[in-house]
C-alpha cells in the first residue's frame, strides 16, 4: 500500500461521503489502485457507482450515521455539509476528515510532475487534450477529468509514471490545496460570484494559485487575458505564455477553417516555426485551449510532430460541442457552456459548422451566475437565429425570488427569444418549427442535454 504522507501512516480504510461525483469517483478510483480500503455513499445509484463496486468499494446509497464502519479517514465534497449525518457520527467517533481538494492535493503530492489546469473556461477540454497528448506520446499519465473521455473509458485512467493531470477548480478557492508542478491558467473571468466578492478577489485567488507552484515549476498562461497579465509579475516559477499577440511564447498564425468549422493554423515558439495543427474540434476558444495543451506538453518533453499528430485525434469530451445525434437533417449538439463568455464562444464556434439556422436553447446554472451576469447573458445570444429559455438550473442554490428565467428572456434583445419551462414542450416546439440543415444547441451545466434527447425520439 502506499502512504501518501504522514496524514496516510495509519489509514488503511478511506470513507468518502459523496462518492458518485465525477472528481470523488476517481479519487476512489486511485485509492483503491493504491490497495486502500475504499466505502462510500451518495444519493443515488449510478454506473459510476456500479464499477467502483466491481474495483472493491463498498457503496450505500443513501446517508446514514451506520455507513460510518469505524473508517480511518472521512473524505467529503464541498456540497456535503457540518450537518450530513454521517459526518456527525464521524465527529462523534473522533474521526479525522478532510474535503476533497484535499485529498487530491495530497495525492499530488506523490507525483514528480503534477498537473493542474485552471481556469474560468475551458479546463475540461484543455485536461482531455495534455492528457491524451501525454497517452499517445508514451508517458502513460494518471488522468482524472472533470467529464467523461471515451478515449480512456471514462473520467480516470490510472498510469504507471510520475505524471498526473487533473482540473483545477477555483470555486471556494479549492485549487489552493493542490501541489502542481506545472500550472495552467486558461482564463480568469467573473465567475462563482455566490463566494467571490467580485473580479478582484477572483485574480486573487489565481495568483494564490501561481504562487503555490514551485520555482522549478512551470506556469502555461494566457497573455491574450488581461486578468491574467494583472498576476504575473507576482508569481515567480517559469512562466511561459501562450495566444495571438506577437509577444507570446507560443503563438497561433495562419489560422482557416475547414467545412466542419474545424480549425488549422501554424505554432511559432519564440518567433519560429514549431508545427502546423489541425483541431477536430471547433472555435476560436478551442485554438486557445489547444495552444496551453501544445506549451505543456512541449515542457515535458514532447516532440512538435507527436504533439500535432494527437491533436488531431482528439474529438472533445462529452458535453463540450458534443455532437447528439441528426434528425431529418438536423444537428443536434449538446455543450457545457453555462457563463455568458463560454455561450458567446460557443455559438461563434456554431457559426463556422455547416448550418442554416442555429437553435439555442440554453438553462441558466444557478441563481447567483444568473442575477449577478444577467446584462452579459442578455447579450450572449446575437450569433443565435432562435433562442428559448428554460428554467434556472438550482444546482446548489434554494430559490429566493430574485431571478428568473423569463426575466432574462424579457431583457434578451432578440428577434426571436421565448422562455419555455417545459423540457417536452421545447422539444416539441422545434421538432415542428425545425427546418433541414438546422443546429439545434442545448447548453448549461444541468440537465438540458435531455431536450436534444427528447427531439431525436420525436417522430415527424
Request: charged residues 25%; aromatic residues 10%; negative net charge.
Amino acid at each position: 500500500m502506499l502512504s501518501f504522507d504522514k496524514t496516510f501512516k495509519e489509514v488503511h480504510h478511506i470513507h468518502l461521503i459523496g462518492i458518485g461525483g465525477i472528481s470523488m469517483s476517481a479519487i476512489a478510483e486511485i485509492l483503491l489502485n493504491h490497495g486502500y480500503t475504499v466505502s462510500g455513499s451518495d444519493l443515488r445509484d449510478s454506473n459510476i457507482l456500479q464499477k467502483l463496486r466491481n474495483h472493491g468499494a463498498e457503496v450505500y446509497i443513501g446517508h446514514r450515521p451506520e455507513n460510518i464502519t469505524n473508517p480511518d479517514l472521512i473524505v467529503y465534497t464541498a456540497a456535503i455539509k457540518n450537518n450530513n449525518p454521517e459526518r456527525i457520527r464521524a465527529k462523534e467517533l473522533e474521526i479525522k476528515e478532510i474535503d476533497r481538494a484535499e485529498m487530491l492535493g495530497i495525492i499530488m503530492k506523490k507525483y514528480e510532475k503534477s498537473i493542474a489546469v485552471a481556469g474560468s473556461h475551458g479546463k475540461t477540454t484543455t485536461t482531455s487534450l495534455v492528457s491524451l497528448i501525454l497517452e499517445y506520446t508514451g508517458f502513460d499519465p494518471t488522468i482524472l477529468i472533470g467529464g467523461e473521455l471515451d478515449e480512456i473509458g471514462g473520467n480516470i485512467k490510472i498510469g504507471s509514471s510520475q505524471h498526473f493531470i487533473t482540473e483545477a477548480c477555483e470555486y471556494v478557492e479549492s485549487f489552493l490545496k493542490f501541489n502542481p508542478f506545472i500550472g495552467i491558467i486558461l482564463n480568469i473571468d467573473a465567475d462563482h460570484l455566490d463566494y467571490f466578492k467580485d473580479i478582484h478577489h477572483v485574480k486573487d485567488a489565481f495568483k494564490k494559485f501561481g504562487m503555490k507552484i514551485p520555482k522549478e515549476g512551470f506556469l502555461v498562461a494566457n497573455a491574450d487575458d488581461q486578468n491574467i497579465l494583472d498576476i504575473l509579475p507576482q508569481i515567480h516559477c517559469n512562466i511561459i505564455t501562450y495566444g495571438l499577440s506577437n509577444d507570446c511564447d507560443f503563438r497561433a498564425v495562419n489560422i482557416n477553417y475547414n467545412e466542419n468549422g474545424f480549425p488549422s493554423f501554424e505554432v511559432l515558439y519564440k518567433g519560429n516555426s514549431f508545427g502546423s495543427f489541425t483541431l477536430s474540434i471547433p472555435g476560436l476558444h478551442n485554438i486557445y485551449n489547444s495552444l496551453a495543451s501544445i506549451a505543456t506538453a512541449y515542457i515535458l518533453g514532447a516532440s512538435p510532430l507527436d504533439i500535432s499528430k494527437s491533436i488531431t485525434i482528439y474529438k472533445g469530451a462529452h458535453r463540450r460541442f458534443d455532437i447528439l445525434g441528426e434528425i431529418d437533417g438536423v444537428k443536434i449538439i449538446d455543450d457545457y457552456a453555462h457563463h455568458p463568455v463560454e455561450v458567446m464562444a460557443t455559438l461563434e464556434a456554431a457559426t463556422n459548422y455547416p448550418h442554416n439556422r442555429i437553435w439555442c436553447v440554453f438553462q441558466p446554472h444557478t441563481y447567483t451566475r444568473t442575477l449577478a451576469l444577467f446584462d452579459d447573458f442578455s447579450k450572449a445570444f446575437d450569433k443565435a437565429h432562435h433562442v428559448i429559455i428554460t428554467d434556472i438550473y438550482a444546482a446548489r442554490e434554494q430559490d429566493e425570488g430574485k431571478i428568473h428565467s423569463k426575466t432574462l428572456a424579457d431583457a434578451i434583445i432578440h428577434p426571436d427569444v421565448r422562455y419555455i419551462k417545459d423540457f417536452d414542450e421545447i422539444a416539441e416546439y422545434i421538432s415542428q418549427n425545425m427546418e433541414e440543415r438546422d443546429i439545434v444547441l442545448t447548453m448549461g451545466a444541468g440537465d438540458i442535454y435531455q431536450v436534444g434527447e427528447k427531439i431525436l425520439k420525436i417522430e415527424n
